[in-house]
């Protein structure tokens, strides 16, 4: 089963804003309860997308730099990135399905 990529400040341009392919990039934290419930179902998103959509984390006590860039005060924060640029935005613990919908929406376009 593939597991979500981990991005960093470091690698935040290359992995996520020069994809050819939609991003989802969770805001995460180790000390965050609502993150642990979503972290399983990202991975899952990974594996039933592969090919399809990147699928990432980043910790955010780690790569401050990113997190400010794009103003994550609260976590979970989901953002979906499509040609660099910020598409959707989700935050907090959400549904799979809702997750779906949203990354979804954005294959098509």
Same mark, same amino acid.
């Given at each position: ?27 995460? %934290? ?5 993150? @642990? ?8 998103? %990974? ?5 399809? %959509? ?8 780690? $790569? ?8 994550? @005060? ?8 499509? $040609? ?8 907090? %613990?959400?549904?799979? $399905? ?10 098509? $376009?």
């Amino acid at each position: 089963m593939s597991k979500a990529l981990k991005f960093t400040d470091d690698s935040f341009e290359e992995d996520v804003l020069n994809s050819d392919k939609p991003v989802l990039v969770d805001f995460w %934290a180790e000390w965050c309860g609502p993150c @642990r419930m979503v972290g399983p179902v990202v991975d899952e998103l %990974a594996g039933e997308y592969e090919g399809k %959509a990147k699928i990432g984390k980043v910790n955010v006590d780690e $790569n401050s730099e990113i997190s400010t860039k794009y103003g994550i @005060r609260s976590i979970p924060s989901l953002l979906i990135f499509k $040609n660099g640029e910020v598409v959707d935005q989700i935050v907090g %613990a959400v549904p799979k $399905n809702q997750l779906k919908k949203q990354l979804d929406a954005q294959l098509t $376009n």
